[in-house]
């Protein structure tokens, strides 16, 4: 642990100057880095620091990632969900999936940050797999400040919610979600208290068309229970 002083101070020194030193002092901080350590980083006054932190115990593969979804970095933040969806953090998936997705609204949100921010957290509420989980969908996909591709393929997400596809749609890998604890019919149900909505004419004409398929492949929402 003696080491540690001197890895942060040159974390801080030349942390966003160079992507190899980067990896090897996360890469450093890892192997000799208690959990708590890295944990404790996410009150200190550098997004260097922090952000190295949070890279080290995604190192660890460590689920403590996810107290990073509460920094007021747009990029750790990001990085904060990459490392929990990525990562396979089931426990703390909930985590990601209940994040106010209006917090990436902020101007200090890049549209990259915000693509690659929500395109997990919508796999995440995915994985919920429940009624609350849908409706956050439906809510997103209803919302005209964030990006229509987005909210299209918050659409598709909630298109495929009974039986969702065996390749994971951020990275393209195989990365199943099973039916166990699963609230089969939850997004068609969330989806027709909305109807009206979503066919509405404020609605541009890619989120009626993605609303009609979805309707055409789920047959008649008026019947639901």
């Given at each position: 642990k003696v080491a540690l002083p001197h890895l942060f101070r040159l974390t801080e020194a030349k942390f966003d100057h160079d992507p190899w030193l980067r990896h090897g002092l996360a890469s450093a901080l890892a192997a000799c880095a208690d959990a708590a350590d890295l944990i404790a980083q996410k009150n200190s006054h550098s997004?260097?620091?922090?952000?190295?932190?949070?890279l080290a115990l995604r190192k660890q593969k460590n689920p403590a990632v996810a107290v990073f979804l509460t920094d007021n970095s747009p990029l750790i933040v990001t990085d904060a969900a990459?490392?929990?969806?990525?990562?396979?953090?089931?426990?703390?998936?909930?985590?990601?999936?209940?994040?106010?997705?209006?917090?990436?609204?902020?101007?200090?949100?890049?549209?990259?940050?915000?693509?690659?921010?929500?395109r997990r957290w919508l796999q995440a509420n995915l994985r919920q797999g429940d009624s609350v989980s849908a409706?956050?969908?439906?809510?997103?996909?209803?919302?005209?400040?964030?990006?229509?591709?987005l909210r299209l393929e918050s659409i598709s997400?909630?298109?495929?919610?009974?039986?969702?596809?065996?390749?994971?749609?951020?990275?393209?890998?195989?990365?199943?979600?099973?039916?166990k604890g699963r609230e089969l019919?939850?997004?068609?149900?969330?989806?027709?208290?909305?109807?009206?909505?979503?066919?509405?004419?404020?609605?541009?004409?890619?989120?009626?068309?993605?609303?009609?398929?979805?309707?055409?492949?789920?047959?008649s929402l008026q019947h639901l229970p």
């Open positions: 997004a260097a620091i922090r952000r190295m932190a949070l990459r490392a929990i969806y990525e990562e396979r953090y089931s426990d703390v998936n909930l985590n990601l999936a209940s994040f106010n997705p209006t917090e990436i609204l902020k101007k200090e949100w890049s549209d990259f940050n915000r693509e690659a921010f929500l409706s956050r969908l439906v809510a997103f996909a209803l919302d005209h400040r964030f990006a229509e591709n997400t909630l298109a495929q919610w009974d039986k969702p596809a065996s390749f994971d749609a951020v990275q393209g890998i195989y990365y199943p979600i099973t039916e019919q939850s997004a068609k149900l969330q989806f027709a208290l909305k109807t009206t909505d979503f066919l509405s004419l404020k609605q541009t004409v890619q989120i009626q068309l993605a609303s009609l398929q979805f309707i055409e492949k789920h047959g």
